[in-house]
């Protein structure tokens, strides 16, 4: 069950944060004068959203529970909220909710042979499933050699499984490899703390949030900020260690799982006719042959 304390806590800090993203200015308001706080007041957020000073100071305080969805978007839209802050504002309504406070604890989804066979029916394009953690569950035999110095990484487990966040943050080789670490980095964050909204109740998705908060002064400031990513689709970019450069796209497919669970298709790709798509074809290959190598050492 998650903590309600934990929860107030994080509405309390999500409404601040965006509050004092805008502007009066931007709220349609006038400036004033002797401004002590960033942003907006809490009574001129009232105002936009057409409730009491008393109310939303209440709401602030992270007292969320049994508020209408009417009122929740009159807030978001106050606050400028986008489409994913505004689902991860009505995701934590729902967590404090006592009702979703009682459903069953989320398990660890199995993969189904099907999928595994699926992704591995791709040989042209990077392809795996990860969790919600950004834990990978299943690859490919290209995305894993693309991954290649995460996969060998001391932040993987001993059983193979690895972690995105705990790769980016804990491993200062990811500083090589991901040729914009720090935009990452904030998708990173950003994807685990809509997570969180969604599942308060993951007991090792708040482990693995603490381990990088105590371990990580990036990851600490990052997941302060308050930022959130729903998605995560576009360009790119890394160093890898065998092939030099690559730019490529990827995209990801949501695929419900058992368990209350949620598994992510994510599949690289490079433009046909690039270097990137030769570099990818290179890298297919060495694959190949390190895999059919280890097989003979093993005969």
């Known amino acids: 069950m998650p903590d309600s304390a934990d929860n107030r806590t994080t509405i309390r800090d999500f409404l ?20 002590r706080v960033p942003g907006l007041r809490r009574e001129e957020v009232a105002v936009l959203a057409g409730v009491s000073t ?24 106050a606050l400028h909220l986008d489409e994913e802050e505004r689902t991860y504002l009505f995701d934590l309504a729902h967590a404090a909710r006592p009702k979703a406070r009682r459903n069953p604890r989320r398990t660890e989804a199995k993969v189904e042979p099907h999928l595994q066979w699926l992704i591995d029916s ?21 995305a894993r050699a693309l991954h290649e110095p995460m996969f060998t990484s001391d932040t993987t487990t ?66 302060a900020s308050h930022d959130i990513r729903i998605r995560h689709e576009g360009v790119k970019r890394l160093q890898h260690p065998v092939v030099g450069a690559l730019e490529l796209t990827y995209q990801p497919l949501v695929l419900p799982a058992p368990s209350r669970a949620v598994h992510e298709l994510t599949v690289y790709t490079a433009e046909p006719g690039t270097i990137h798509e030769e570099r990818l074809k290179i890298l297919a290959t060495w694959s190949a042959t390190a895999i059919a190598e280890a097989a003979h050492r093993s005969d």
């Open 16 to 35: 601040i944060s965006r509050r004092a993203k805008i502007s009066p200015e931007q709220a349609g308001l006038p400036a004033g004068s002797r401004r």
């Open 54 to 77: 008393e109310w939303y100071t209440r709401l602030e305080k992270g007292h969320i529970s049994g508020i209408s969805e009417d009122v929740l978007d009159a807030v978001a839209r």
């Open 122 to 142: 791709i040989t042209m394009s990077a392809a795996f499933l990860r969790n919600g953690r950004l834990d990978v569950v299943a690859s490919n035999a290209l």
């Open 158 to 223: 001993a059983n193979g499984r690895a972690n995105f966040a705990r790769y980016h943050f804990l491993d200062p080789a990811s500083q090589d490899f991901f040729a914009d670490w720090e935009a990452g980095a904030a998708a990173t964050v950003a994807l685990l703390r809509a997570e969180a909204g969604r599942h308060p109740d993951d007991r090792l998705l708040r482990e693995l949030v603490g381990e990088l908060c105590t371990l990580s002064t990036e990851f600490r400031a990052m997941w």
